[in-house]
């Protein structure tokens, strides 16, 4: 079945340094593309998605672009702060469900 | 606005004894209903999904059972507890027939299985 694959963590940074998650899927078809993320504590909370090739999702400061040539959808933030500390999940639709990466923890640090 | 009910938030269950963990919707009708479940330091595993009233698939053999007796109402049990049944469970839900495709998480339950 259809599945992402998303860089394992765990990644500490400093405030205001550049976030890069990778997330690559296999997939049969165009599925739609999300990026969730997991406060502490907390259930999980859709973060930005995008349906279709070459669309950009993007939210508090947060981008992926679905990039069909490589089979991608990366998140990356430009200036991270402490609040953006959580577990990003990585998913694609499949069918009537959603296929998760692993999840990667991001610690920022003050 | 849909809001998703978790029932307990916290559970700690010696082993071998049962479970029932109760999801309820608002704001919403006939949704896709959905049981993950997140162990310590992994990702979120897919338990179960419900299109409709008493149609449950299980994407994983377990010890573990749902049931979805009301249309807004998802209940995740089991008759034996295994240790390794701890972690964090988490409801979702998908509105039939949106446009998009993202779910909707609930709070979550944290099991502890002693």
């Known amino acids: 079945g259809d599945s992402v694959t998303q860089m394992e963590g765990p990644v500490t940074l400093s405030e205001e340094a550049f976030l890069t998650i990778n997330c690559t899927y296999t997939a049969t078809g165009y599925p739609s593309l999300f990026w969730y993320v997991q406060y502490p504590g907390e259930g999980l909370q859709l973060l930005l998605k995008a349906t279709k090739a070459d669309d950009k999702g993007s939210n508090k400061g947060f981008e992926a672009t679905y990039r069909k040539e490589t089979t991608s959808f990366h998140l990356e933030k430009g200036s991270v702060q402490v609040s953006d500390s959580a577990v990003y999940f990585c998913?694609?639709?499949?069918?009537?469900?959603?296929?998760f990466g692993a999840g990667t923890t991001v610690t920022v640090r003050a | 606005s849909q809001t998703i009910h978790q029932w307990p938030a916290t559970l700690v269950q010696p082993v071998g004894s049962p479970l029932s963990l109760e999801c309820t919707v608002e704001g919403t009708s006939n949704p896709n209903l959905y049981w993950y479940r997140q162990a310590a330091g992994r990702g979120l595993q897919l338990l179960f999904y419900?299109?409709?009233?008493?149609?449950i698939s299980s994407e994983v053999p377990q010890n573990l059972s749902a049931s979805r007796p009301q249309d807004r109402q998802f209940i995740l049990s089991s008759k034996k507890l295994l240790l390794s049944d701890s972690g964090f469970y988490l409801c979702a839900q998908k509105q039939t027939g949106a446009r998009t495709n993202e779910q909707f998480f609930g709070p979550g339950t944290r099991l502890t299985v002693l």
């Open positions: 998913a694609l639709r499949d069918d009537y469900k959603l296929s």
């Open positions: 419900s299109v409709g009233i008493g149609q």
